[in-house]
């Protein structure tokens, strides 16, 4: 919820502690450097709305723009330190309040914190001893001359001395493990995205209907995301109508909906940081066409096969597989392509209608961090793991293809989109559908559509 400081998680302090503690102990002889997002501008000096960085919110609770944290797994004394904006009495009736140094190590229980203006005085002492420094490069121009200063440092004096950085290490070799395995604070907070998102679904399949505008769908949902709590929406919300479906990515959401289109709608909520990610695809006028409802039973067969594939010991591969064979076998039903289902998966037959994977990593980032092949194998799920499970169908207009991507046989389904996605817990003895709120089945959606009336 919000107080008066910003955007808070609810997670108790001792939680950031142990996680900063568990980051202490991994650098051993390192140190690790973590800055705040930049703020961001639309035009001139419009700031967007600001979201703080996942790793140091991660780490520490912190979301005000302009901070640093500082681990330093060497150190006896200070091993974790925040620089963060003075208090400005000005500058807090422009743009709201300050914790200020104290307030913010009082609040955070860090061992020091001081004003940001002091970095470039203070990090270069603090770094001195450190053998290695966790640090993304790129991330912050002025930050990252004092990392080279010190490397420099080290390497004309280190060998006289015996001490100072002598490499650069992405932190994410330390944070994306751990970030990967969810504790119960984060699955509560995930609980509570999907929730809201779950919601602002139901909003916007409620106000659809022929003539309404993918941006008046986006309203609705989005509108809800807010009155449930969230922050807004965890990523740019796509509602694709008709053949706008098979674009992945689409976000204009500029067109009217048609009375025989299909809609993808793909959206997020963001809550206390976590995101929430659902796509569903309806038929505007509540009735799916035979082509429509052929391809949306396959896609929804590959998800539930997918799903039941989620459970520890698994791997991520294992689960794309599940959907890729179910879409393949449809693809052949539909006519599409033939030939043996083990030669056309072979050959990625599929990839022309199902060009991406059917998953991704679900957690602060909507495309949260982790490796899902490590050291050459397959990453296999574990408890506390968070990821989606998204096939689909896309059967781009032949008038968009180039000459070498055209259908490989005649069909009725060019223009088609579809693509259905859950969030996904794995437990400790299978998986939980954290969108199971939101019904996939084919008659379940028409009757969440056709069933509620349409608002003219």
């Known amino acids: 919820m919000r107080d008066q400081d910003g955007w808070y998680s609810g997670v108790p302090a001792h939680v950031f502690l142990r996680r900063r503690e568990r980051v202490l102990e991994e650098l051993g002889d390192g140190a690790m450097i973590l800055p705040a997002a930049p703020i961001l501008y639309r035009s001139?000096?419009?700031?967007?709305?600001?979201?703080?960085?996942?790793?140091?919110?991660?780490?520490?609770?912190?979301?005000?723009?302009?901070?640093?944290?500082?681990?330093?797994?060497?150190?006896?004394?200070?091993?974790?330190l925040l620089f963060v904006r003075p208090r400005d009495p000005a500058a807090e009736q422009w743009s709201g309040s300050r914790l200020g140094p104290e307030r913010a190590r009082e609040r955070f229980g860090v061992d020091a914190a001081h004003p940001i203006g002091e970095l470039d005085d203070r990090l270069p002492k603090l770094l001195a001893h450190a053998r290695r420094i966790h640090f993304r490069l790129g991330r912050r121009r002025s930050v990252e001359n004092l990392v080279i200063q010190a490397l420099e440092e080290a390497r004309s004096r280190g060998s006289r001395k015996g001490r100072g950085p002598r490499s650069v290490v992405d932190p994410g070799e330390i944070l994306d493990e751990m970030r990967l395995r969810k504790g119960p604070e984060e699955i509560?907070?995930?609980?509570?995205?999907?929730?809201?998102?779950?919601?602002?679904?139901?909003?916007?399949?409620?106000?659809?209907?022929?003539?309404?505008?993918?941006?008046?769908?986006?309203?609705?949902?989005?509108?809800?995301?807010?009155?449930?709590?969230?922050?807004?929406?965890?990523?740019?919300?796509?509602?694709?109508?008709?053949?706008?479906?098979?674009?992945?990515?689409?976000?204009?959401?500029?067109?009217?909906?048609?009375?025989?289109?299909?809609?993808?709608?793909?959206?997020?909520?963001?809550?206390?940081?976590?995101?929430?990610?659902?796509?569903?695809?309806?038929?505007?006028?509540?009735?799916?066409?035979?082509?429509?409802?052929?391809?949306?039973?396959?896609?929804?067969?590959?998800?539930?096969?997918?799903?039941?594939a989620v459970r520890p010991g698994v791997t991520v591969r294992d689960v794309h597989?599940?959907?890729?064979?179910?879409?393949?076998?449809?693809?052949?039903?539909?006519?599409?392509?033939?030939?043996?289902?083990?030669?056309?998966?072979?050959?990625?037959?599929?990839?022309?209608?199902?060009?991406?994977?059917?998953?991704?990593?679900?957690?602060?980032?909507?495309?949260?961090p982790g490796d899902y092949i490590r050291d050459g194998e397959h990453r296999r799920l574990e408890a506390g793991m968070v990821l989606t499970v998204e096939p689909g169908l896309y059967f781009v207009p032949a008038s968009a293809q180039e000459p070498d991507g055209a259908p490989e046989a005649d069909h009725p389904y060019e223009g088609?989109?579809?693509?259905?996605?859950?969030?996904?817990?794995?437990?400790?003895?299978?998986?939980e559908v954290l969108?199971?709120?939101?019904?996939?089945?084919?008659?379940e959606i028409v009757e969440m559509v056709g069933g509620q009336g349409f608002i003219q």
């Open 416 to 431: 088609i989109g579809v693509r259905i996605e859950d969030d996904v817990l794995v437990t400790s003895d299978g998986a």
């Open 188 to 308: 509560a907070a995930l609980r509570e995205a999907v929730r809201v998102t779950v919601e602002g679904f139901r909003a916007a399949l409620t106000a659809a209907g022929p003539g309404r505008g993918e941006w008046q769908l986006q309203a609705e949902l989005e509108a809800a995301f807010r009155r449930e709590g969230a922050q807004g929406p965890a990523f740019a919300t796509i509602v694709g109508s008709g053949t706008n479906a098979c674009t992945l990515h689409y976000v204009d959401n500029s067109d009217e909906l048609g009375p025989g289109d299909l809609v993808l709608l793909d959206a997020g909520a963001e809550v206390r940081m976590y995101a929430g990610d659902i796509t569903r695809t309806f038929p505007v006028g509540g009735t799916f066409s035979p082509a429509q409802r052929a391809v949306y039973e396959v896609v929804e067969e590959a998800r539930a096969a997918a799903v039941q």
């Open 435 to 443: 969108s199971r709120a939101l019904p996939t089945e084919a008659d």
């Open 44 to 80: 001139r000096d419009s700031q967007l709305p600001y979201r703080p960085d996942s790793e140091l919110f991660y780490l520490t609770g912190f979301t005000e723009p302009e901070a640093l944290l500082v681990l330093r797994g060497f150190a006896d004394e200070e091993r974790a």
């Open 321 to 368: 597989d599940a959907a890729v064979r179910i879409l393949t076998e449809g693809l052949m039903e539909l006519g599409v392509l033939s030939g043996s289902v083990d030669e056309l998966i072979g050959r990625k037959a599929h990839r022309r209608y199902f060009p991406h994977r059917t998953s991704h990593w679900l957690g602060l980032d909507t495309h949260d």
